[in-house]
């Protein structure tokens, strides 16, 4: 498809040269997001379908966050010793299990053991997807590969949030076989549909987690990734809050957010190919930046429209930050490494989920505006500090692509 003047189309420019089994990834991804009900309204489910209280459901949501924690390493390990595939197809399948238990058990204690095993096994997969995208797709193809896997999740994401919400008043038991048959289609679709692509192992010098502890850029890049998590997730833990603080009510969040959700499906495709083409840690910083700016303004506003606002300008950092991470991880693991290195960095966003809500709390009952100039502060530093990584980066992805393949 092209237009008048022999150019590439959009869609063919956005969406080609990336290989057969990049699009079995993107199409397992999307379907896998589509079911994605659960955990969204785990909380409510808790607290109404299993009458827990607010501190029982607490605990049961921070050991499911405790499992999400050791989940990342474990499976960056198992992409790297077993392979991608099997890791992947293996993790959505004990997904699909752990939700039908989940959603059939009534004790506390059975709960609280499914919680554990979820975190464990829910985004098991997310190393090995990263893993078999730098496997699969060229160097300068990556941002716009993941990208495009980003912009999949979303708009699955958003259609399952509404779907949910509506499900969910029927009886919480169907959420977890949606849930479950996506996780299960997913896993199937890569297992018949993409080939190993793991580095032969002969071929591999030894590596083990402390090689990746070593790396000194890796290392701060995940720091900084952490950093940068814990301001993000702000916009899922302490903004709720925040708004209801304001006496807004709790349909004012779900309004602010739809903006989210609605510019990123929006936006994200437009831009993917262009950003891609740009460095990827002064994409990043940008990105950075207008999150972090966008989160501070919210200590200026106190209305609905005012929320979805600054929720607009978070969201255009959010999506210029889309398939950037992800290739700057993929530049600077070496090929027999490469599971563990997604590994580590998806250790950032589980640290984050963790400690996002445990410090953000506190600083919102201090004082909303001085939350939101610390995270806004805090992004910005995140920024200053990719900036400063950036020729580190940049030496190691034209090393890595001189490297012989594995």
Avoid: K
Avoid at 237 to 262: D, F, I, K, Q, R
Avoid at 309 to 331: F, H, Q, R
């Amino acid at each position: 498809m092209t237009t008048v003047t022999g150019r590439p189309g959009f869609l063919q420019s956005a969406t080609g040269g990336l290989p057969r089994p990049f699009w079995v990834l993107f199409a397992g991804t999307l379907v896998n997001r589509l079911g994605t009900m659960v955990e969204p309204f785990i909380g409510i489910y808790l607290t109404q379908a299993r009458g827990m209280s607010l501190a029982a459901a607490g605990l049961v949501m921070t050991v499911f966050g405790v499992g999400s924690l050791l989940s990342q390493p474990f499976a960056g390990w198992l992409a790297d010793h077993f392979g991608r595939r099997v890791t992947l197809s293996g993790s959505m399948i004990a997904t699909a299990v752990t939700f039908i238990a989940l959603g059939y058990t009534t004790s506390l204690h059975g709960i609280t053991a499914a919680m554990l095993v979820l975190g464990l096994v829910v985004d098991a997969y997310r190393p090995a997807s990263q893993a078999l995208v730098a496997d699969l797709v060229s160097p300068e193809d990556r941002p716009r590969a993941f990208g495009l896997l980003f912009w999949a999740v979303n708009l699955g994401f958003s259609i399952a949030m509404i779907a949910g919400g509506w499900l969910a008043q029927t009886g919480f038991t169907t959420l977890f076989w949606i849930d479950a048959v996506t996780c299960l289609i997913f896993g199937v679709l890569v297992w018949r549909a993409i080939p190993e692509t793991r580095p032969d192992r002969s071929e591999d010098t030894p590596g083990r987690f402390a090689d990746v502890l070593r790396d000194r850029v890796m290392v701060t890049y995940v720091v900084i990734s952490l950093t940068f998590t814990f301001v993000y997730l702000q916009a899922y833990t302490t903004l709720p809050l925040a708004m209801t603080g304001e006496g807004l009510p709790t349909s004012a969040y779900g309004m602010a957010m739809a903006v989210n959700g609605a510019l990123i499906v929006v936006v994200q495709p437009l831009t993917n190919r262009w950003m891609s083409r740009r460095d990827p840690s002064a994409v990043l910083a940008a990105g950075f930046a207008v999150v972090g700016l966008g989160l501070a303004l919210t200590a200026v506003v106190s209305s609905t429209l005012g929320y979805a606002v600054t929720v607009a300008v978070w969201t255009l950092g959010e999506v210029v930050t889309a398939g950037v991470a992800g290739s700057i991880v993929a530049s600077l693991a070496p090929a027999h490494l490469r599971g563990r290195y997604s590994g580590l960095y998806g250790l950032a966003w589980s640290a984050g989920g963790m400690l996002a809500p445990l410090i953000g709390t506190r600083l919102l009952a201090v004082s909303s505006t001085l939350l939101w100039l610390v995270i806004g502060g805090l992004g910005l530093l995140a920024a200053v500090g990719q900036l400063a990584l950036g020729p580190a980066i940049r030496r190691r992805s034209r090393t890595q692509e001189t490297a012989p393949a594995g």
